[in-house]
């Protein structure tokens, strides 16, 4: 089965900092994937998602990621944090053609006023 | 689109004690369901899925099962609670793959189970 790899367990910031959280993944064949967040108090929201097409994949509230096919990564990004971004980041991937869908571990970020 | 229902909320149980959770979906039919359980700095685990009534595929060996008595109801069950059975259990919703391309999961409110 596939794994996720989140290599980040707590990342601190201060606002308008960049911020990038890594996602590596397992599994040779063609891929969904997507990067969830979890606000405090609150259930999984999708942040975005890659199915096809071009690698770069904007989401909600100015998050994107790239996906790297070479490198099975699939790393989240945002140019300028806010406070409000404080919440634990989830990756995940789904096989395509495939009913399975594993999460990483899970980046929790703070962003600190 | 999908919305998952799960209750309880919160679950505080003895050990040993039996366990029922429960999930419904609406807004769907014939979906994919999950069984997760969340655990601090472990992610999300994958205990159970399911691709149709009565049909559950275990990812772990472990002190619980799942059923699918109807399409859009799916039930986490223990027949005597461990403590470390403690943690917070997400039920997702997926549409099959194939019907609507790209296929997210939608999660539900979640249940903080508490054995003590």
């Known amino acids: 089965a596939q794994s996720v790899s989140q290599h980040n367990h707590h990342v601190i910031l201060s606002e308008a900092a960049s911020l990038e959280l890594g996602c590596n993944y397992s599994y040779g064949g063609t891929v969904n994937l997507f990067w969830y967040v979890q606000y405090p108090g609150q259930h999984l929201q999708l942040l975005l998602k890659y199915f096809s097409g071009d690698p770069l994949v904007k989401g909600i509230k100015g998050f994107e990621a790239e996906f790297i096919k070479s490198k099975f990564s699939f790393n989240l990004r945002k140019p300028s944090v806010q406070w409000s971004d404080t919440a634990e980041y989830f990756c995940a991937v789904g096989p395509y053609n495939n009913n399975d869908m594993r999460f990483g571990a899970g980046t929790r970020l703070t962003v600190k006023p | 689109s999908q919305t998952i229902h799960q209750w309880p909320a919160t679950l505080v149980q003895p050990v040993g004690s039996p366990l029922s959770l429960e999930c419904t979906v609406e807004g769907t039919s014939n979906p994919n369901l999950y069984w997760y359980r969340q655990a601090a700095g472990r992610g999300l685990q994958l205990l159970f899925y399911?691709?149709?009534?009565?049909?559950i595929s275990s990812e772990v060996p472990q002190n619980l099962s799942a059923s699918r008595p109807q399409d859009r109801q799916f039930i986490l069950s223990s027949k005597k609670l461990l403590l470390s059975d403690s943690g917070f259990y997400l039920c997702a919703c997926r549409q099959p793959f194939g019907m609507r391309g790209i296929t997210e999961a939608f999660f539900g409110q979640g249940t903080r189970l508490t054995v003590v």
């Open positions: 399911s691709v149709g009534i009565g049909q």
